[in-house]
C-alpha cells in the first residue's frame, strides 16, 4: 500500500511518541491532532490507551480496527508484515532477519528505513539458529548485532525478538567471553522505546546465567 504524506506538524508528534512510549500524553496529542483532522484513527488511539489499563480491548476499538485497520497499515517493505497487533493504537509490524533475506541485518535496517512510517511500531526478529543465519559466518552476527542496536530505526522498536538454539545460545550469551549479545543488548537497548527483548531457544543453564545478567538492565525482560 502507497505511503500517505506526513507533515511536519504530524512528524513532530510521531516523534515524541517514538522518544517515549510509555507516556500517554504523546498519544493522546496526536489523537487529538487526528481527531480535529476527521481521521478515525485519532478515537482508535484514545480507546487503544484506555484499553491498556484495564488489559483488553473494548467492543468499539475492536470494531473500528475491522473497519479502518486497512488504512493504517502503510507502508509494508520487503519481510514485514502485519499480525494484527496494536501499540497504544499504533500497528506494530513484524520484521525478519534470517537466512533467506538478501542482506545482512544492518543492510536490511538501511532498506527498511525508506519503507517504514513513522505511524508503525516494529516488532524486530534476529534468527541467529545455525539455520536462521543470514549469509556469512557467525562471527558476523556478533559484529552486526550491536551497530543494528544503534541504528536511528531502533527508536520505532516494541519488541526485540532474537532466536537462538542449544548449540549457539552458550556462545553468543556468554558473560565471560568477547561475544556477550546480552551485554551489548543492555548497553545499547533502551528500555524507555524497547520494553523487552524476547530471547528464544536458550539452555537452561544460558539462561539463568542470562536473567541474571538482566537485573542490571530493568526494563528487559528475558523470555525462553
Not at 480491548?57 to 514485514?80: F, M, T, Y
Not at 527498511?112 to 508503525?120: A, K, L, M, N
Not at 516488532?123 to 557467525?138: H, Q
Amino acid at each position: 500500500m502507497p505511503s500517505i504524506r506526513i507533515t511536519d506538524r504530524e512528524r513532530s508528534l510521531l516523534e515524541a511518541i517514538h522518544s517515549a512510549p510509555q507516556e500517554d500524553k504523546h498519544f493522546l496529542a496526536y489523537a487529538e491532532w487526528l481527531t480535529n483532522r476527521n481521521n478515525p484513527l485519532g478515537e482508535f488511539i484514545r480507546m487503544s490507551c484506555a484499553d491498556m489499563k484495564v488489559g483488553k480491548p473494548c467492543k468499539q476499538s475492536r470494531l473500528l480496527a475491522e473497519r479502518h485497520g486497512d488504512e493504517w497499515v502503510i507502508s509494508l517493505p520487503e519481510n514485514a508484515c502485519f499480525d494484527g497487533h496494536y501499540f497504544k493504537g499504533l500497528p506494530v509490524i513484524r520484521m525478519v532477519v534470517h537466512a533467506r533475506t538478501p542482506a545482512s541485518p544492518l543492510a536490511l535496517m538501511d532498506i527498511w528505513s525508506d519503507g517504514v512510517s513513522p505511524r508503525q511500531f516494529l516488532n524486530l526478529c534476529v534468527d541467529l539458529r545455525p539455520s536462521g543465519l543470514w549469509k556469512g559466518t557467525r562471527e558476523k552476527c556478533w559484529i552486526e548485532l550491536p551497530k543494528v542496536f544503534r541504528h536511528p530505526l531502533m527508536r520505532q522498536v516494541h519488541t526485540l525478538s532474537v532466536a537462538f538454539d542449544r548449540l549457539c545460545s552458550e556462545e553468543s550469551l556468554s558473560l565471560g567471553g568477547r561475544r556477550g549479545v546480552i551485554r551489548d543488548i543492555g548497553r545499547e537497548v533502551d528500555p524507555g522505546r524497547t520494553p523487552f527483548v524476547v530471547l528464544h531457544g536458550a539452555s537452561t543453564r544460558t539462561r539463568q546465567r542470562a536473567e541474571r545478567e538482566l537485573i542490571a538492565f530493568p526494563g528487559l525482560r528475558f523470555v525462553n
